[in-house]
Every structure is written in C-alpha cells, then in structure tokens.
Nanobody
Framework: QVQLVESGGGLVQPGGSLRLSCAAS????????MGWFRQAPGKQRELVAR???????NYADSVKGRFTISRDTAKNAVYLQMNSLKPDDTAVYYC??????????????WGQGTQVTVSS
C-alpha cells in the first residue's frame, strides 16, 4: 500500500517562504515522477511543479522563478521550496507520485493535502 505524507504547510505573509515535503512509503514503490498540485477554493486542481526520476522539471508559469522542486530518489521524497509567496498561492497543496505502467497507462497516487495560506 502506497502512502504519501506531506508536511510544511501553514500561514505566511506575502513575500515569505515555505518548504513543503512529501515522503512516499510502500514496499518496492519507485515512482517515475513526483510533483505538487494545488487547488484553491472554487478552482480546479492544477499542476504546480513536477520532477521526473531523471531530474527533468516543469513548472506552472505562475510559479516559475519563485518555486523550486527537488527530489531525493533514495528516500522517495519530493520537496517544494516556495519563495516570494503571493496571496494567489493560497491553496491546498497535494503531493503526487506517478508510475508509468505502459505507454497508455499511468498510476497516480495522492497525499492528503496541506494548506498553504498567504495573508497579511
């Protein structure tokens, strides 16, 4: 059974920083990619940042230059360093791990979510 456990959310003032962490547990679980999504009230869940096993990254345009994703493959962990936070970054942040089963099939695993609130 795969579990993703997130930590690091909270309340921060605009311009501040937070670091989110996510660790995946489960015997012989080896995700091909890990990432962070977020969902603000009344909005759809959106990709924030993603990193592959090989270290390739991609970011939402809204966070480029402010957020940095990193990964510890040996620990099955992924991190999101968030700097220069804005009120628009307020959302529940979800950790995601993905395994590619075949060209047409991927398995997604999700954490329980952690609240990030940016407010003065």
């Amino acid at each position: 059974q795969v579990q993703l456990v997130e930590s690091g959310g909270g309340l921060v003032q605009p311009g501040g920083s937070l670091r989110l962490s996510c660790a995946a547990s489960g015997s012989r679980f080896s995700p091909d990619a890990m990432g962070w999504f977020r969902q603000a009230p009344g909005k759809q869940r959106e990709l924030v940042a993603r990193i592959t096993r090989g270290g390739s990254t991609n970011y939402a345009d809204s966070v480029k230059g402010r957020f940095t994703i990193s990964r510890d493959t040996a620990k099955n962990a992924v991190y999101l360093q968030m700097n220069s936070l804005k009120p628009d970054d307020t959302a529940v942040y979800y950790c995601n791990a993905q395994r590619v089963v075949s060209i047409e099939s991927k398995l997604d695993y999700w954490g329980q979510g952690t609240q990030v609130t940016v407010s003065s």
